[in-house]
């Protein structure tokens, strides 16, 4: 599927992902995580497909049962207690916290998830390669070698696989001796990788002065009317976590503040900001469909 989102200016996606995973991770309360988790959720099924509800269902859901069971164990703080074992007890607030835990640590992986698919390398040299040169190169390059990394181990591992004639390591002393020669040639290849990135970026002309820069990005009116909308959305958030009218308590009972305009308007604004790449692809798909119906 066409990712929209992507089409927008690199500053414009940088600049959300920063608000949604930035309050996501300040902001430990049951509605802004709600609103957090199920657009992440949404939007990383958009741009990964199955990849990602795969993700989700067999390595994010056990994670966050994992969390909501282990942290009453061994958090012993609230007034609720719901049952006493041999040594301590569990209270309603340490599981009730451990589950808000686990949906913040989902929702920021899946945020991240779609970052990596969304801002490109090319995007994030874009935004800081004058600013901080050298940081985003390194970063950069740490992000592409990654990937490329576990492309190559597994091709390496294919060829020692077929060399053997199909035959895989059995024992324990076939396997680790299997590892140390794909760790072997995998750090060879790195090296001669490197030689090979390093006389690329010199005859591209990497660290002159004189060098000149080109880019494809372009700030147009749809980019600003996108900014000026997220900076209004992300004022009020702010304003209603500054203010009070959002906080959350825990411990030793679950407390939260007083319902007002202010609260309503900043959920309102972080599901406006959250669920802004959902608008556009569905924005998308139903101008698609009604320009095939006039076919």
């Not at 920063?18 to 741009?47: N, Q």
């Not at 996108?226 to 958030?237: D, E, K, N, P």
Request: hydrophobic share 50%; glycine share 6%.
């Amino acid at each position: 599927m066409r990712n929209t989102f992507a089409t927008y200016h690199p500053i414009i996606e940088f600049g959300f992902f920063c608000v949604v995973i930035g309050i996501g991770m300040f902001m430990i309360h049951p509605v802004f995580l709600a609103i957090g988790a199920s657009a992440a959720f949404i939007f990383a099924i958009l741009t990964g497909g199955r990849g990602s509800l795969k993700f989700t269902l067999c390595f994010l859901l056990p994670m966050i049962i994992l969390i909501t069971v282990i942290n009453p164990l061994v958090n012993h703080q609230g007034a609720t207690i719901l049952f006493h074992m041999r040594y301590s007890y569990v209270t309603a607030e340490a599981a009730i916290y451990g589950l808000l835990m686990g949906m913040m640590l989902a929702a920021i992986m899946l945020w991240f998830s779609s970052y990596n698919k969304v801002m490109t390398s090319d995007k994030f040299t874009y935004l800081f390669g004058r600013i901080m040169p050298s940081i985003s190169l390194i970063f950069t390059m740490v992000m592409r070698f990654i990937p490329n990394y576990k492309i190559q181990i597994k091709r390496i591992a294919d060829a020692q696989k077929a060399a053997g004639g199909g035959r895989e390591a059995e024992t324990l002393k076939e396997k680790i001796h299997s590892g140390i020669k794909i760790i072997s040639i995998m750090f060879t290849w790195a090296l001669e990788n490197s030689i090979d990135s390093a006389d690329s970026m010199r005859s591209r002309g990497y660290g002159l002065k004189n060098r000149s820069r080109f880019s494809i990005y372009r700030f147009d009116r749809r980019d600003g009317m996108a900014a000026l909308f997220l900076a209004v959305m992300t004022i009020i958030v702010l304003a209603g976590c500054i203010s009070g009218a959002c906080h959350a308590e825990y411990f030793p009972e679950i407390a939260f503040a007083k319902a007002t305009a202010l609260q309503t308007a900043s959920y309102i604004a972080f599901a406006c900001i959250c669920y802004f790449p959902v608008f556009i692809e569905v924005k998308e798909v139903l101008v698609w469909k009604h320009l095939e119906s006039k076919i």
